[in-house]
């Protein structure tokens, strides 16, 4: 399950595969940039928005995908309707529910549902899988180990990637990963869906050596990850000193090196590919993280040791006792979220929707603030003059 500041990392330059950690997330895999890509079909416009229109009167925090066009390359759903099916009725029978409330969370927050849509174009199964638009669809499937992972936006198809069909949302009802709550992990993987990447991975949050942050101000630095505290740091270890000796030095601090590997520190190392970020300030510093983001990670992430929901009326973290993978530099844990931050849905709409208006309900062509309006009224007047 893979989470802007967002450091929002919009349909990053290159997140062409899962965005997710294999401990409860499947691992991204970075690409190069490529040019956006419109579809005939989008005659919403759903294209990568200029940074300087509305950037003024927008919050400054996330991050998410880059639309792209070319082989495994990720662009945006079209329409503003992701399509999708379950690859099995067992998926269907037990994620439906969790599905359909994930989706109310984003939408009582501003992903409104008439413009942010769902459609279930096929039934479970063959017909799901099979499909003749495979390509074109997010395929759900169902998992009890508690896994979960998300293809960004709507990669294409790679004749480099043989096994690559399509977009795939991978989800478990289990409680004990993640924010430890079913419905808010779903969530942040329709974050990714949509298009969202992990806010904690803006590389201005981070220090250097391993960001581009300052030594005094940034919320994270090298001693703040306790990459030791990962799942699958002995497994990947063993792995890699054997696959690939002379890289072991570099899982903890090169995320494309631990992304290689499968390795989940790939989830929280800052991401220094090419994406489009909402803070590029070197002294950000901590006002520039959204700490609130569905996107965000909680300390005890991906770490080692046992969790369960807290009972009611006990703070979060009270049966959390997972090891802390990343914790702020001040040493505050980082608390879990269970819904989608202003400045998430904030992102996704600057990656979908026209920059006249990134905040508020959307704008009908006959308002006079929609960039239509002066054309709309021009034709009301040629038509009255006609008669």
């Known amino acids: 399950m893979a989470p802007v500041s967002l450091a929002l990392t919009l349909l990053i330059a290159g997140f062409g595969v899962q965005a997710g950690n294999p401990v409860w ?3 991204v895999k970075l690409q190069a940039p490529h040019p956006v890509e419109q579809l005939a079909v989008d005659v919403a416009g759903y294209a990568i928005r200029d940074n300087a229109t509305h950037a003024q009167a927008m919050a400054k925090r996330y991050v998410a995908m880059r639309p792209q066009a070319g082989p495994g390359k990720a662009k945006l759903w079209p329409d503003k309707t992701i399509s999708y099916c379950y690859a099995t009725e067992e998926a269907r029978t037990i994620l439906y529910d969790y599905l359909l409330a994930a989706t109310r969370e984003w939408q009582r927050k501003g992903l409104f549902r008439d413009v942010y849509k769902y459609s279930e174009v096929a039934d479970p199964g063959a017909s799901c899988t099979g499909n003749s638009q495979r390509e074109k669809i997010l395929v759900i499937s169902y ?3 508690g ?3 998300t293809t960004l936006g709507q990669p294409s198809l790679d004749d480099n990637d043989e096994d690559y069909k399509g977009p795939n949302m991978a989800l478990s009802e289990r409680n004990d990963v993640g924010m430890l709550d079913v419905v808010s992990n779903i969530a942040h993987e329709l974050g990714h869906a949509w298009g969202l990447t992990h806010e904690h991975q803006n590389p201005y949050f ?4 391993l960001g581009y942050g300052s030594f005094a101000n940034s919320p994270f630095n090298e001693d703040t990850f306790n990459c030791e505290a990962l799942k699958d740091y002995e497994e990947i270890h ?5 696959d690939a000796p002379s890289e072991v030095w570099l899982l903890c601090s090169n995320r494309r090196v631990a992304s290689r590997h499968g390795f989940s520190a790939a989830e929280f190392l800052p991401i220094l590919e090419d994406m489009q970020f909402e803070v590029t300030d070197h002294n950000a510093g901590y006002g520039g993280v959204d700490w609130d983001s569905l996107m965000i990670y909680p300390s005890g992430a991906g770490g080692k040791g046992s969790a369960a929901p807290p009972a009611a009326g006990q703070d979060q973290d009270a049966n959390d006792h997972r090891e802390n993978v990343l914790l702020r530099k ?3 844990k980082i608390k879990a979220h ?4 202003d400045r998430d849905v904030q992102g996704i709409r600057k990656l979908y929707e026209d920059s006249s208006f990134p905040e508020g309900q959307p704008v009908l062509p006959n308002n006079p ?3 239509w309006y002066s054309k709309l009224t021009g034709k009301f007047k040629k038509d009255k003059c006609k008669k």
Do not use: C, H, I, M
């Not at 269970?338 to 931050?341: L, N, V």
């Open 147 to 149: 896994l979960l992972s």
């Open 338 to 341: 269970f819904e989608p931050s």
């Open 25 to 27: 997330e499947s691992t």
């Open 238 to 242: 063993r792995k890699v000193q054997v």
């Open 330 to 332: 001040d040493g505050q």
């Open 143 to 145: 998992n009890n180990l």
């Open 206 to 209: 981070w220090a250097p050596p």
């Open 369 to 371: 603030k929609s960039k």
